[in-house]
């Protein structure tokens, strides 16, 4: 689990090393405040998606299922600062589907860590495929970048796309197409 004084401990020494006086008022309770939120923002370290994939169902047909803009919220690993933004993801199942909300519930356990964009796009895709087993997954995520935004180049509103397909998803340009237009059909 999470070493919350250490997190405490880290926090007051990069206050002191940016200059900053930890014991004013307003800095005093913030590496207390910041270790609890490191419980919220990193927590899905500490959680496996399976917990959510296991539970499954039948069906008799099996088309595309698509859950589209689930918003997310992430933190970079090279910065520590967040990128934000949409995951979309559709599968084909092969005769056992999930609940909608559980796949919202994975996006949000692999956001919930310090990571870039392109691994957590790919570890999406890997879960579902490891429990679902479908016939096919693919994951796009459209995300703004904070370190890309508030620093460096400065580039308000520029967004990172990536996308993992596996399956018929790989192959299949005509199938990657009906789900991209279903994603970006508003
Ligand atoms: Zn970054």
């Known amino acids: 689990m999470m070493d919350y004084e250490k997190i405490k401990a880290g926090v007051r020494l990069m206050l002191e090393g940016i200059g900053e006086d930890v014991n004013r008022e307003g800095l005093l309770e913030t590496p207390d405040r910041i270790a609890r939120m490191c419980a919220e923002i990193y927590g899905g370290l500490y959680e496996d998606p ?6 499954q169902f039948t069906v008799e047909r099996d088309d595309m299922v698509i859950e589209k803009d689930i918003t997310f919220y ?5 910065h ?7 995951a979309h993801i559709g599968y084909l199942p092969n005769g056992k589907v999930v609940g909608l909300s559980k796949l919202a519930r994975t996006v949000d356990i692999y956001a919930r860590r310090p990571q870039i964009q392109e691994k957590m796009t790919a570890d999406i ?3 579902l495929e490891e429990h679902l087993n479908p016939r096919g997954v693919i994951v796009m995520v459209e995300a703004e970048h904070t370190c890309m935004t508030m620093r460096g180049i400065k580039k308000p509103g520029s967004k990172t796309v ?12 005509e199938l990657q197409n009906r789900f991209l237009s279903m994603v970006r059909d508003r």
Do not use: D, I, W
Not at 50 to 55: F, N, P, S, T, V
Not at 74 to 78: G, N, P, Q, Y
């Open 50 to 55: 399976a917990q959510h994939l296991r539970k």
């Open 74 to 78: 992430s933190t970079c690993e090279h």
């Open 80 to 86: 520590l600062l967040p990128f934000y933004g949409k």
């Open 125 to 127: 895709a890997r879960a």
């Open 162 to 173: 990536t996308l993992v397909a596996t399956g018929v998803f790989e192959e299949n340009m």
